[in-house]
């Protein structure tokens, strides 16, 4: 166990004070479920493409996710 300082006020007030950065915090938008219909072969491109970038980064890639990030750029500006 360390010693304690013999002056405990000397001991703190000697310390430099540091700035306090409180993180800033957004809670995450809320989500809603959309269900549509695409042509087969686009569904069976947008597994296919969430399977090899799971697999290539090793991390899970969902289709939603895909389909979100589409998304997200064509409507970045709204």
Known sequence: MKDSPKDVDTY???????????PTYSPP???VQKNF??????ADELMREAME???RTGVRVTQESIVEMML?????DT
Do not use: T
């Not at 703190?12 to 409180?22: I, Y």
């Not at 997200?72 to 970045?76: M, N």
């Open 12 to 22: 703190l007030s000697s310390a430099e004070a540091r700035p306090v950065h409180k």
């Open 72 to 76: 997200e750029d064509r409507y970045k």
């Open 53 to 55: 970038e799971s697999i």
């Open 29 to 31: 938008e809320p989500r």
């Open 37 to 42: 219909r695409v042509r087969k072969s686009i």
